[in-house]
Each structure stands twice: as C-alpha cells, then as structure tokens.
C-alpha cells in the first residue's frame, strides 16, 4: 500500500535551517507529483511547494521568497525539503503528499492530493 514517512522535524531558533525527508513506497514514485503542505492548530492545511515527477519543475508558495527548496530523488524514492531563515510564524506540522495527476505541481489546492504522510513537527523558537 502506499505509504509516506516524513522525518527531519525538530526544535530550531528563528533564522536556522531543517532538511526535511519524506520517503516513499508502494507506488510508482516517479510518475507522481509530490508537494509539502503545512498546518498549524486551528487553521487549514496550506500549500508550500510541490514537484513534478521528474523533478524538474518546482512551484512555490509566494510567502516563501526563495528560502525554501523542493527536490527529490526518483533512484532513493525520497523527496526533500530544505527551509532556510525559519520564522517562527512557520511553526507547523508539515506533511508530504503524492498526487497521480501530472497538472498537479501548478496547483496550491491540497485536494488534488491523494495521499499523504502522518506529519512531521517544525517548532521554530525565537
């Protein structure tokens, strides 16, 4: 069955750095659009980047201003996320999800996505 572990959450003072990974099983990976999304209590899940299958084309949240980047490797069935001068705004729960529809990296909406992770916990103190 599909499954999507992300890790590399953690605890990092305002304007420090976090990889996070999110590895992936049971499906085809290179055909699948992966993306982030992030939530924080109370508010609904939102965009933060995505990727298309072969990794070659990117779409970013505008909040975000070059500080984050989306890769993945189709040979290790992981994708990435490296966050550069975190704020503490950006505390959230951040998730991988997987999307079969190949349009899907233009789209900010989470419904095009139908699969996701259990959430990795971004804590960004000041």
């Known amino acids: 069955q599909v499954q999507l572990v992300e890790t590399g959450g953690g605890l990092v003072q305002a304007g420090g750095s976090l990889r996070l990974f999110c590895a992936a099983s049971?499906?085809?990976?290179?055909?699948?659009?992966m993306a982030w999304f992030r939530q924080t209590p109370g508010k609904e899940r939102a965009f933060v980047a995505a990727?298309?299958?072969?990794?070659?084309?990117?779409h970013y949240a505008d909040s975000l201003k070059g500080r984050f980047t989306i890769s993945r490797d189709n040979a290790k069935n992981t994708m990435y996320l490296q966050m550069n001068s975190l704020k503490p705004e950006e505390t959230a729960v951040y998730y991988c999800?997987?999307?079969?529809?190949?349009?899907?990296?233009?789209?900010?909406?989470?419904?095009?996505?139908?699969?996701w992770g259990q959430g990795t916990q971004v804590t960004v103190y000041s």
């Open positions: 049971g499906f085809t990976f290179s055909s699948y659009v």
């Open positions: 999800a997987a999307s079969s529809l190949s349009s899907s990296w233009q789209s900010t909406s989470e419904w095009q996505y139908a699969y």
């Open positions: 990727v298309s299958g072969s990794g070659s084309t990117t």
